[in-house]
């Protein structure tokens, strides 16, 4: 059985509706969107534990795959693929724990705009996006404001498991 704490956490939030709703609170082209806070301020957020827990850049998360992409129109899906210790920050629609420090990983994420080798093992890496890339397009096109705030909302409406892989 698979026993990632970002996995844990990441499938427990999403079935629960936490994400649906929530908005990305930073967005800076070229870099990243970053979202996962209920309170839409960037400072809220939490795991399915009640608190931060440790960053998972390591060995045992290897080849973990979370189904077969399904065409939706205009959403953007991810998945979590082929993350192996060697799996980087070297491509657009990277998807990883967003946090403030070493070992505070909460229920905020991140999805890459580009190649960004300085974040290599600071972040946990847990899915790529795999389709929708016209979506993450027009979403870091959208102005922003004070703190990199999207002048118009940008909202994560719904998350759909299509294959858990901790079920039964």
Not at 2 to 20: E, G, M, P, T, V
Not at 87 to 96: D, I, Q, V
Not at 98 to 121: E, R, V
Request: aromatic share 8%; glycine share 12%; proline share 5%.
């Amino acid at each position: 059985m698979l026993s990632a704490l970002w996995l844990q956490n990441f499938l427990a939030l999403c079935s629960s509706d936490y994400y649906d709703g929530t908005i990305f609170h930073r967005n800076i082209k070229g870099f990243m969107i970053q979202g996962g806070d209920p309170t839409g301020t960037g400072k809220g957020g939490t795991s399915i534990w009640g608190k931060k827990f440790n960053d998972e850049i390591r060995e045992s998360l290897k080849n973990i795959i979370i189904g077969d992409p399904i065409d939706l129109g205009d959403s953007v899906i991810w998945a979590v693929a082929s993350v192996t210790p060697s799996t980087n920050h070297n491509a657009r629609g990277m998807l990883a724990m967003a946090n403030s420090g070493p070992n505070t990983n909460g229920s905020q994420f991140f999805i890459t705009y580009a190649k960004q080798p300085h974040l290599n093992g600071l972040y946990t890496i847990f899915g790529k996006v795999i389709h929708g890339f016209e979506v993450l397009d027009l979403m870091e096109k959208t102005p922003t404001g004070p703190g990199d705030k999207p002048l118009a909302e940008i909202r994560l409406n719904r998350v759909t498991i299509h294959a858990n892989p901790l079920a039964g």
